[in-house]
């Protein structure tokens, strides 16, 4: 599998746990304990602080749009990845919010 296609993959899992109420607490297997989000200017670190911000009760009815991913090979067998798209969140599809992601996926020791 090339590293495009692992970031294929990814932004599809990520994203569609995310919109999704039932699936987005296994988004926690993919942090670890140093992971980081910056969400608005704030850092949340590790696991439980990330889900914390992702799971807040007006992120509940979450639906996003990537229009844009991009993936370039890092160090260590990593793959760093860009998403852009917008997010609507509480059904306000008529007014949604432009976003940007980075994640750096590592491989697990």
């Given amino acids: 599998m090339d590293f495009m296609e692992i970031a294929n993959d990814f932004v599809d ?16 297997s993919l942090y670890r304990p140093e992971s980081m989000l910056v969400w608005e200017g704030a850092q949340k670190l590790g696991s439980d602080d990330i889900m914390a911000t992702l799971t807040k009760p007006e992120m509940s009815v979450v639906k996003t749009v990537v229009t844009t991913r991009d993936a370039t090979p890092a160090t260590a067998g990593g793959i760093l990845i860009t ?20 994640f750096l996926l590592q491989p697990n020791d």
């Fill in 83 to 102: 998403a852009i798209g917008s997010l609507a969140i509480d059904n306000a599809f008529d007014t949604p919010i432009s976003f940007t992601s980075t």
């Fill in 13 to 28: 899992h990520w994203f569609g746990s995310f919109d999704n109420t039932d699936l987005k607490p296994v988004l926690a």
